[in-house]
């Protein structure tokens, strides 16, 4: 058994910053760009101790500037640095959105090569904290819609930290999603030289059930409906998918070839989610290891609203949850 | 603005300049006939007119500065290293075009001589050649970056977004506008709040603006080494604004119909390649120089465009590779 009084714990919060300066601290190419990142710390205190200990050669603030942002850390990227770009809310990578769906996923593959683009874009992502339609919304199936991005998008401080050095690591273009809603959460730290590899999910609680495929915020979500539902004596595998791209679905079918059933519970809109893709690949290859329908637990097809009461209405919730596994265990 | 003055160069050294011009201008003729022929695929933009441009620019630079071109970009490719053969076998959707087949006209690239892309949206590699000017600033290398873009870029966000942030980072990056007066089939001052759509938007962003004759070679030259200087010398960006003119249309299908024969016969007359074959017989050059210059040059495109016709197609295999570093193209496991 391990000490637990021994075991360090950190916030999501905390775990960003300190993911990045290892990272700073280990590679002198990487560089930080964006907004009030600097001696502000972050909006989201994500950043604090950055500019205080690498300085202002590394920790770049910038103005309110999405495009000059991201072609700042493309250019630099293809000439031999690694750039860490913050757009601030996710909401807000369509301002820059050229970059990332015409621009830097393309420039290795339509140069034939020439051309390498190692950087890293964070945002911070998704809903839960009342800030209504242009500032909770869960964008990374709009990431997915674009061939040639890498996307990690961690539940955990320590899969932060391991996720992170992956991401900077990468000779490819990776969306970093931090969950707002996540931020305060705790969790153990992560040990020194903690690395996890992009593309790994993690099988975050043990059952025979159902299988529940989730991801960012709908990790602990979704453990959450596992705790109470033990009581009904129903028993559900939670995979944490870590990555949209690469998708381990090896992981997925192996869940499924216990269970046989599948529920899926993502953030983004039920219309164009990165559910669909999950499930459509099941659909594809994996129909007969299923004994039950598919289902999607999504945010409605609806604009984020701002009062709690509307928003837990529209976004996945562990009632949500709950009830979709019932329905499908009484199939 | 400030204004620039011819200085004397070389004879050698225009001569030289002339001859690159005429490879660029051959290069295009061919592409265009090529295209005629049903050889060359999808669409061209074709430089001829602004050669002066790209070749006055390179010949301010140094082998290893950085120069980021648009989808009207053959001129900006081949002046930075790319060869005829290569970037016509491109616009042939040949395996040894520069980029594999897989950009075309719009994309050729020659990243190893810092040529880092034509890009196909308008005004976004503005924003990537600060990066790479940031870049060169933090590695201390004192390389230089060069942006290449339309009168029509100086009206989207990127363009003002990126000398923003160029003059308050004070990165060496120039902004080369090369203004042919047309945005695509639209006169650009029917369309632009200022009579010099980049130039007189560099004093709002606290940078020198220069004009400067974009179809005589060596006032290119001369005005480029003077804003290059300022950047390598951490001193700052500068947007210089190349008046010039197409000699085709906008792309493959327009014959330009919507300007008029008085505007195009003016400027025809003023072509790049006319004005510097007229400089070197003033400094003393006889025409037979100047005739065999352009004998080497037509003799390169045509056996460019004999080696790019002969070259193999490109293989449907490579439509799997380049995605990822790794070599790829795999998304999942």
Not at chain 1, 101 to 111: F, G, H, Q, S
Not at chain 2, 125 to 139: D, Y
Not at chain 2, 226 to 242: K, Q, Y
């Given at each position: 058994?391990?000490?637990?009084?021994?075991?360090?714990?950190?916030?999501?919060?905390?775990?960003?910053?300190?993911?990045?300066?290892?990272?700073?601290?280990?590679?002198?190419?990487?560089?930080?760009?964006?907004?009030?990142?600097?001696?502000?710390?972050?909006?989201?205190?994500?950043?604090?101790?950055?500019?205080?200990?690498?300085?202002?050669?590394?920790?770049?603030?910038?103005?309110?500037?999405?495009?000059?942002?991201?072609?700042?850390?493309?250019?630099?990227?293809?000439?031999?640095?690694?750039?860490?770009?913050?757009?601030?809310?996710?909401?807000?990578?369509?301002?820059?959105?050229?970059?990332?769906?015409?621009?830097?996923?393309?420039?290795?593959?339509?140069?034939?090569?020439?051309?390498?683009?190692?950087?890293?874009?964070?945002?911070?992502?998704?809903?839960?904290?009342?800030?209504?339609?242009?500032?909770?919304?869960?964008?990374?199936?709009?990431?997915?819609?674009?061939?040639?991005?890498?996307?990690?998008?961690?539940?955990?401080?320590?899969?932060?930290?391991?996720?992170?050095?992956?991401?900077?690591?990468?000779?490819?273009?990776?969306?970093?999603?931090?969950?707002?809603?996540?931020?305060?959460?705790?969790?153990?730290?992560?040990?020194?030289?903690?690395?996890?590899?992009?593309?790994?999910?993690?099988?975050?609680?043990?059952?025979?059930?159902?299988?529940?495929?989730?991801?960012?915020?709908?990790?602990?979500?979704?453990?959450?409906?596992?705790?109470?539902?033990?009581?009904?004596?129903?028993?559900?595998?939670?995979?944490?998918?870590?990555?949209?791209?690469?998708?381990?679905?090896?992981?997925?079918?192996?869940?499924?070839?216990?269970?046989?059933?599948?529920?899926?519970?993502?953030?983004?809109?039920?219309?164009?989610?990165?559910?669909?893709?999950?499930?459509?690949?099941?659909?594809?290859?994996?129909?007969?290891?299923?004994?039950?329908?598919?289902?999607?637990?999504?945010?409605?097809?609806?604009?984020?609203?701002?009062?709690?009461?509307?928003?837990?209405?529209?976004?996945?919730?562990?009632?949500?949850?709950?009830?979709?596994?019932?329905?499908?265990?009484?199939? | 603005?400030?204004?620039?003055?011819?200085?004397?160069?070389?004879?050698?050294?225009?001569?030289?300049?002339?001859?690159?011009?005429?490879v660029i201008r051959g290069t295009e003729k061919a592409a265009h006939d090529l295209f005629l022929r049903g050889l060359v695929k999808g669409t061209t933009h074709l430089a001829a007119g602004h050669e002066a441009?790209?070749?006055?620019?390179?010949?301010?630079?140094?082998?290893?500065?950085?120069?980021?071109?648009?989808?009207?970009?053959?001129?900006?490719?081949?002046?930075?290293?790319?060869?005829?053969?290569?970037?016509?076998?491109?616009?042939?959707?040949?395996?040894?075009?520069?980029?594999?087949?897989?950009?075309?006209?719009?994309?050729?690239?020659?990243?190893?001589?810092?040529?880092?892309?034509?890009?196909?949206?308008?005004?976004?590699?503005?924003?990537?050649?600060?990066?790479?000017?940031?870049?060169?600033?933090?590695?201390?290398?004192?390389?230089?970056?060069?942006?290449?873009?339309?009168?029509?870029?100086?009206?989207?966000?990127?363009?003002?977004?990126?000398?923003?942030?160029?003059?308050?980072?004070?990165?060496?990056?120039?902004?080369?506008?090369?203004?042919?007066?047309?945005?695509?089939?639209?006169?650009?001052?029917?369309?632009?709040?200022?009579?010099?759509?980049?130039?007189?938007?560099?004093?709002?962003?606290?940078?020198?603006?220069?004009?400067?004759?974009?179809?005589?070679?060596?006032?290119?030259?001369?005005?480029?080494?003077?804003?290059?200087?300022?950047?390598?010398?951490?001193?700052?960006?500068?947007?210089?604004?190349?008046?010039?003119y197409r000699h085709f249309g906008h792309s493959r299908t327009d014959p330009a119909t919507y300007r008029p024969p008085e505007e195009v016969e003016e400027w025809m007359a003023r072509d790049p390649l006319t004005v510097a074959r007229q400089r070197l017989?003033?400094?003393?050059?006889?025409?037979?120089?100047?005739?065999?210059?352009?004998?080497?040059?037509?003799?390169?495109?045509?056996?460019?465009?004999?080696?790019?016709?002969?070259?193999?197609?490109?293989?449907?295999?490579?439509?799997?590779?380049?995605?990822?570093?790794?070599?790829?193209?795999?998304?999942?496991?």
């Amino acid at each position: 058994m391990a000490d637990l009084t021994s075991v360090q714990m950190t916030t999501y919060r905390d775990a960003v910053a300190d993911g990045i300066a290892r990272e700073l601290r280990r590679d002198p190419t990487v560089v930080c760009i964006g907004e009030d990142i600097g001696k502000a710390g972050g909006v989201f205190k994500t950043t604090v101790g950055l500019f205080e200990e690498f300085g202002a050669g590394r920790v770049w603030d910038t103005p309110i500037s999405e495009q000059a942002i991201m072609g700042a850390a493309m250019g630099a990227a293809m000439t031999g640095m690694r750039p860490v770009a913050e757009i601030m809310f996710s909401d807000f990578l369509a301002c820059c959105w050229d970059y990332l769906a015409n621009e830097i996923p393309k420039a290795r593959y339509m140069t034939g090569g020439q051309l390498t683009v190692p950087l890293v874009v964070r945002t911070a992502n998704g809903g839960g904290l009342g800030f209504g339609a242009q500032h909770s919304q869960s964008v990374e199936n709009w990431a997915l819609t674009v061939p040639g991005l890498k996307i990690a998008a961690p539940s955990t401080p320590s899969d932060v930290v391991g996720l992170m050095a992956s991401a900077i690591r990468s000779d490819d273009p990776v969306v970093f999603f931090e969950h707002k809603g996540l931020f305060a959460s705790k969790g153990e730290a992560a040990p020194p030289g903690h690395v996890v590899p992009l593309g790994e999910a993690r099988v975050a609680r043990e059952g025979s059930d159902v299988t529940v495929v989730a991801l960012a915020a709908t990790v602990p979500l979704a453990l959450a409906a596992a705790a109470e539902l033990e009581g009904d004596g129903i028993s559900l595998e939670v995979i944490d998918l870590r990555c949209l791209v690469p998708l381990d679905m090896a992981t997925v079918f192996g869940s499924l070839s216990k269970s046989s059933r599948l529920i899926v519970v993502e953030e983004n809109p039920y219309q164009g989610g990165w559910g669909a893709t999950v499930v459509s690949i099941v659909a594809d290859e994996g129909f007969e290891m299923l004994d039950a329908p598919i289902r999607r637990v999504a945010s409605e097809n609806v604009p984020l609203p701002f009062a709690d009461a509307l928003e837990q209405r529209v976004i996945p919730t562990v009632d949500k949850l709950v009830e979709a596994v019932r329905r499908l265990m009484s199939y | 603005m400030t204004e620039n003055t011819i200085e004397r160069v070389a004879t050698s050294t225009l001569l030289d300049w002339y001859e690159q011009m005429a490879v660029i201008r051959g290069t295009e003729k061919a592409a265009h006939d090529l295209f005629l022929r049903g050889l060359v695929k999808g669409t061209t933009h074709l430089a001829a007119g602004h050669e002066a441009v790209a070749v006055g620019t390179s010949a301010a630079l140094r082998p290893d500065d950085y120069v980021f071109a648009t989808y009207r970009g053959h001129h900006h490719a081949i002046a930075r290293g790319a060869t005829p053969e290569g970037c016509l076998a491109e616009l042939m959707q040949k395996a040894t075009g520069v980029c594999k087949a897989k950009g075309g006209s719009m994309h050729l690239t020659q990243a190893d001589h810092g040529m880092l892309g034509s890009y196909a949206i308008v005004g976004a590699h503005l924003p990537m050649a600060n990066g790479a000017a940031w870049s060169a600033k933090l590695r201390g290398t004192t390389q230089v970056a060069v942006a290449f873009f339309g009168d029509g870029a100086t009206n989207i966000g990127a363009f003002h977004e990126a000398l923003n942030l160029a003059a308050v980072w004070k990165l060496p990056v120039i902004f080369v506008c090369e203004n042919n007066r047309y945005m695509e089939y639209t006169p650009i001052a029917s369309v632009t709040s200022v009579p010099n759509p980049a130039a007189d938007r560099a004093a709002a962003n606290g940078m020198p603006g220069v004009l400067v004759d974009g179809n005589d070679v060596v006032a290119v030259h001369d005005t480029m080494s003077v804003a290059v200087e300022r950047a390598r010398s951490d001193n700052g960006p500068t947007v210089v604004e190349a008046l010039t003119y197409r000699h085709f249309g906008h792309s493959r299908t327009d014959p330009a119909t919507y300007r008029p024969p008085e505007e195009v016969e003016e400027w025809m007359a003023r072509d790049p390649l006319t004005v510097a074959r007229q400089r070197l017989l003033d400094f003393g050059a006889s025409r037979e120089v100047v005739d065999a210059a352009d004998a080497r040059a037509a003799e390169v495109v045509a056996s460019a465009s004999r080696a790019a016709q002969d070259a193999p197609a490109a293989d449907p295999a490579q439509a799997f590779t380049d995605v990822w570093a790794d070599g790829g193209a795999a998304w999942r496991t």
